[in-house]
């Protein structure tokens, strides 16, 4: 090998590197293309002309300088430009002449080029055209990618500079680098590389850029720094020789399989790694390194090893002498294959490649052994799930069957309260007949006062008792409501104990009442306490034995004076300790039918919910045979209740009969059948008595429903409606916002008639509409009250209308709907005021109302007719003219609001005012004269 590549002088070199090494070429016109460190120039050797073209067609820069180091005439219209950091320039030019056409540029700025260092271009014989360049290596063009393709790492060149290439004739190419001198032999699918240094003779292992030179006989030469080889390729051998490849060693987590523990060693390879074949990794080493080696030791610097773990890598991994060795880090669980070889000293890849195979073992969570017991305890979860399954669904079964039986029960209850609720309703309007009837014959027959009286309270009590239903309704629904207010609790614990004698003096009890201190001044909700008294005074005389006694203490607490407490003792027969607990419960009837009593079982969970309402606390100690007593705490300091608990009413006591109506003198009797009553109740019986009692001072009309009653207003003129709140079809609720909401009834009175005492139920009457509410069963006297009241308070309404000189509707107490009618029907009239013929037709078209509305209207707000306002205007009208003017003729006043007569304008203020015009004029001006 040696004697066939020559090493001659450095000086020799220098002058072949100076003659081969020139920036020119001469194309096949004669035409010199130089290299210069400004561009190209061109010499036509012809006519001794030439031309420079400095900036290669770019004209981007007047300062930029391209040194053009490499030319090569590609075809008589191509040439191609190698520069120093600019790429390569493609340039078209004229064949016949070779004047330039155009540059094109090729650089790593525009992908088409991996480095802008050219050291040479060179064309062989197959007409490809090769570049090498300085930190790119050999690029190779593609015409069809109109780029230059690295081939440095496909051809497993070495170095990374190339400065020279040469074709020899049998066509191989030798390729000068910076590691040696290359020669590639193409074959048909493949390229052999061998690859010459200083071991097989080179001057150096790198060269002189374009130092490189062919001669006739075929000889090649490359100059480089230590001289030049000269050699001819027909010589060179290319017999290939292979070095042994060993695995050197084998690292786990950086540490030698040598130096791991024995066990740990001989799990993964009982052999040297030279000698191993197999190399088996725990999940928890799968971190691990593979050194090798070739053992030709000849020109070990150069070697060159490819690898891959096949399973990991997709391709084969390079490396150098320096670096011999491959890491691999967290590799999952499987089974790999390590491949190795290397160059040999032709530069050719070993045939024959060391392969190590690698396992890495699963961890215990993911073995054979560890699914079969994932297996195994799926079964069991299945299993027990099925199994809880099914007793989740058993449980499941006997909860929804608990909690069908609790919604029946509950519903049973709900169904009994609903009953007691209807029935409740039912009763009190036969109790309002017996009320009202009562009534009727204190004012008839007022001798028999005893019997009203005895019939009186008996109505009472069924009333508190069919109440008691209502409320505890109420409790059940959260809307029973705490109001309060101050008054002498002693006193009214005497009133409602008072109430009780007759039925304690039937049943021959002895019943005493002891209050220590005998005035005790706190707050507390009457109508609350006034029950919870009921129940419990109700229960002890209920289940007392005939002769036995009945004690009520009303005191303070010793230790908290706002505390009263109030006690109800009986020496019956007590109660059993198992039956204490169940005492307050809903619907619990005790032992009532040893005592043949009739009970409801609601009567002491009422009362509990009454005492818990009012921050209170009740108990109840009783021994058998012995006798029972029921305690009641009750808070009566303000501080004890919210605000919204605290009612500012004074209280009064009720009395116990109704006061009885003195037959007025004949001469005072009003003449009240001059109006007209709507009666509105769906019960025939009450109706009826109603009808009766009411017809003889008022003209009755009835209806059964809300619907009827609004058929009956549209169609007839009514001066008041009474109206029952629970009928069918329409309700009064409902009836009465009917009516306050629709402007043509809007002005007529509506008095509500309920069974429903609460605030709250008189609240939402009122935000009804309604002009008054009466409680079932009513006292008569009551009802006509409210309705004289209410027929009164229209009449001054009229009355102040009349007496106006000048309309004011806000003193009046209208309301919106019928203040906004009023003002409009003003205003109406004001704009026709001096036009006499606008009468009650073109007063209803204008207000785009009829005439029969109208009427209804005008005369239940001001006690006019249609004809009758519009003069009343009209002479308001003159009062208000008088007052601005002062000084006017009366016909002129008369003609300016509408009387084309003015003797009958006279007459008219006159009846109106009470004086006449003039006289109302001279009112006006006599404070000024005086003045």
């Known amino acids: 090998m040696k004697t066939a590549i020559i090493a001659e002088k450095p000086s020799v070199a220098r002058e072949i590197a100076a003659i081969v090494g020139a920036n ?36 981007k820069d007047s300062n930029k300088h391209y040194n053009v180091f490499s030319i090569e005439e590609e075809n008589p219209t191509t040439v191609w430009l190698g520069t120093n950091g600019d790429g390569v320039f493609k340039v078209k030019k004229e064949a016949a002449t070779s004047k330039i056409v155009s540059f094109k540029q090729y650089s790593l700025t525009n992908q088409k080029l991996n480095n802008d260092n050219v050291q040479v271009i060179y064309k062989d014989s197959k007409g490809r055209i090769w570049l090498g360049s300085e930190g790119g290596g050999l690029s190779l063009f593609d015409g069809e990618k109109d780029a230059f393709v690295s081939v440095q790492q496909s051809y497993n060149l070495p170095g990374d500079i190339v400065y020279s290439i040469e074709e020899d004739n049998a066509g191989n190419l030798f390729v000068a680098t910076n590691a040696g001198l290359v020669k590639l032999e193409f074959g048909d699918s493949s390229v052999f590389c061998r690859i010459y240094t200083t071991s097989d003779g080179l001057q150096a292992n790198s060269f002189t850029r374009q130092a490189a030179f062919k001669t006739a006989d075929g000889t090649l ?9 000269s050699f001819d390729p027909a010589l060179l051998s290319n017999k290939q ?3 042994p490849l060993v695995i050197t060693d084998i690292k786990l987590y950086n540490k030698s399989l040598e130096n791991l523990s024995p066990k740990l ?25 593979i050194e090798f080696a070739n053992l030709n030791y000849l020109n070990a610097s150069q070697e060159k090893y490819a690898y891959q773990l096949t399973g990991f890598d997709k391709e084969w991994q390079y490396t150098d002498a320096l670096h011999r060795f491959a890491s691999y880090n967290n590799l999952p669980q499987g089974s790999y294959r390590f491949l190795l070889k290397s160059l040999d000293e032709t530069g050719a890849w070993s045939e024959k490649e060391t392969v190590l195979n ?27 799930g099925v199994t809880i399954a099914k007793n989740r669904i058993s449980l499941r079964n006997a909860l929804k069957v ?3 039986e609790k919604i029946k029960t509950e519903e049973l209850n709900h169904a009994k309260l609903q009953f007691f609720t209807n029935i409740t309703h039912e009763f009190l309007t036969p109790l309002t007949i017996l009320s009202a009837s009562v009534d009727d014959l204190k004012m008839n027959e007022p001798q028999h006062q005893d019997q009203y009286e005895v019939m009186s309270t008996n109505i009472n009590r069924l009333i508190r008792l069919l109440q008691q239903i209502l409320e505890f309704r109420k409790a059940e629904t959260g809307n029973l409501k705490l109001k309060v207010s101050n008054g002498d609790i002693a006193d009214f614990v005497k009133t409602g104990v008072d109430s009780f004698k007759p039925l304690m003096k039937k049943n021959k009890m002895h019943f005493s009442l002891i209050s220590d201190p005998e005035s005790i001044v706190g707050f507390f909700d009457r109508d609350k306490l006034d029950k919870i008294l009921f129940n419990l005074l109700s229960n002890a005389a209920k289940y007392n034995k005939p002769g036995g006694f009945i004690q009520v203490n009303v005191s303070l607490d010793t230790e908290n004076k706002n505390i009263v407490i109030i006690s109800v003792k009986d020496n019956g027969d007590g109660i059993k300790p198992q039956d204490v607990k169940g005492l307050f419960k809903r619907f619990y009837e005790g032992d009532y039918r040893r005592f043949n009593t009739i009970g409801t079982g609601i009567g002491l969970s009422l009362t509990k919910d009454l005492v818990d309402l009012h921050k209170g606390v009740i108990r109840v100690e009783s021994e058998v045979g012995v006798g029972t007593t029921f305690f009641v705490q009750l808070p009566v300091n303000q501080d004890a209740y919210s605000e919204a608990e605290i009612d500012e009413y004074t209280y009064v006591p009720k009395e116990v009969t109704a006061p009885i109506v003195e037959p007025e003198e004949e001469g005072k009797e009003e003449h009240l059948k001059d109006y007209s009553l709507l009666l509105v109740e769906d019960n025939e019986e009450l109706l009826a008595l109603m009808v009766k009692l009411l017809s003889k001072e ?11 009653a609004i058929e009956i207003l549209e169609a007839e003129y009514i001066d008041l409606v009474i109206s029952d709140v629970m009928m069918p079809v329409m309700d009064g609720l409902e009836f009465c916002k009917y009516v306050k909401n629709e402007f043509e009834l809007s002005h007529v009175p509506v008095i509500l008639l309920t069974a429903k005492n609460k605030e709250e139920d008189r609240i939402e009457s009122y935000d009804a509409g309604a002009d008054g509410f009466i ?19 229209k009449e001054r309404v009229a009355h102040e209308f009349k007496k106006q000189y000048v309309f004011e509707a806000k003193g009046l107490n209208y309301s919106d709907i019928d203040e906004e009618f009023l003002n409009n029907a003003v205003a109406c009239i004001h704009q026709h005021i001096d036009d006499c013929d606008f009468d009650q037709k073109r007063f209803a078209d204008t207000m785009g109302i009829s005439k029969s509305t109208l009427y209804k209207k005008l005369k239940s707000l001001t006690g006019l007719n249609t004809s009758l306002f519009i003069r009343n205007i009209r002479l308001k009208t003159a009062c208000k003219v008088i007052e601005e003017k002062k000084k006017i003729r009366i016909s002129e006043l008369a003609y300016s609001v509408g009387f084309n007569d003015p003797k009958y304008f006279s007459a008219c203020f006159k009846k109106e005012f009470g004086l006449l015009p003039s006289e109302y004029l001279d009112k006006i001006l006599t404070p000024t004269n005086e003045n």
């Open 358 to 384: 690698v396992v890495i073992l699963p961890p215990f969570w993911l073995t054979w052994w560890a699914f079969l017991i994932y297996f195994m305890l799926i079964l069991v979860a299945i299993y027990a």
């Open 221 to 229: 030469y490359f100059g480089g720094h230590n001289g030049y080889n």
């Open 241 to 243: 020789s292979y070095s």
């Open 775 to 793: 409680t079932k069963p009513f006292n008569l006297n009551v009802l006509y009250s409210k309705i004289k009241n209410l027929l009164k308070a």
């Open 698 to 708: 008022y003209n009755i009309v009835t209806a059964k429903n809300g619907r009827e």
């Open 265 to 289: 060693r001989n799990k993964v390879s009982p052999d040297a790694p030279s000698y191993t074949q197999k190399i088996r990794l725990p999940y928890n080493y799968n971190n691990f390194t």
């Open 402 to 404: 608990k909690s069908l």
């Open 24 to 59: 020119h070429k001469e194309d096949g016109n004669q035409v010199v293309w130089i290299g210069t460190l400004d561009g190209i120039s061109l010499f036509d050797t012809k006519t001794k002309q030439g031309k420079a073209y400095p900036d290669l067609g770019q004209n």
